[in-house]
């Protein structure tokens, strides 16, 4: 099975995680939400999918792997990660490394703990072909005490 070519385009938003990257993320961080998944592939055992809108839930104090849709709602998604970050959730956020983009610049630079540039371009699901833009993971720690 390949990914279809709508992945590589703007007609989708959804890019799901290599399993194998996410894996060694989770034995740093030890994952316990996944707020913007499908069934299908959901990264941790709690998860909320499209209909359920993580952007309206309480992401607590998990420790989230966020891999937010890659449209013109990533902005939400971000800051949501900054605003749980605040409320005591230790967030991380794979996204796409668009450090020209004002929410790069309004919520991850200054604002993330720490910053990875993930090196060479992923290849997401089960895709033959690399993601047309590189990656980066901002890390979020707990700060708030709600």
């Known amino acids: 099975m390949t990914i279809s070519s709508t992945l590589y385009s703007s007609r989708s938003e959804e890019w799901p995680t290599p399993q ?3 894996d060694s993320l989770d034995r740093e961080f030890h994952f316990t939400l996944d707020p ?8 941790c055992t709690r998860f909320f999918t499209k209909k359920e809108n993580g952007l309206d839930q ?5 420790r989230i792997f966020c891999n937010p849709p890659y449209g013109r709602c990533v902005t939400e998604w971000v800051r949501k990660c900054y605003e749980a970050s605040c409320a005591g959730a230790t967030v991380v956020l794979h996204a796409h490394a668009r450090t020209d983009t004002r929410w790069f610049h ?4 200054g604002k993330a703990s720490e ?6 371009r992923l290849r997401f699901g089960d895709g033959k072909q690399s993601a047309p833009f590189p990656s980066l993971i901002a890390v ?3 700060r708030g005490s709600n």
């Open 140 to 142: 979020y720690q707990a």
């Open 36 to 43: 913007c998944a499908t069934r299908k592939n959901a990264k």
């Open 58 to 62: 309480f992401w607590g104090r998990h």
């Open 20 to 22: 194998a990257f996410f």
């Open 115 to 120: 910053l990875r540039f993930v090196r060479g």
């Open 106 to 109: 309004d919520w991850v630079y």
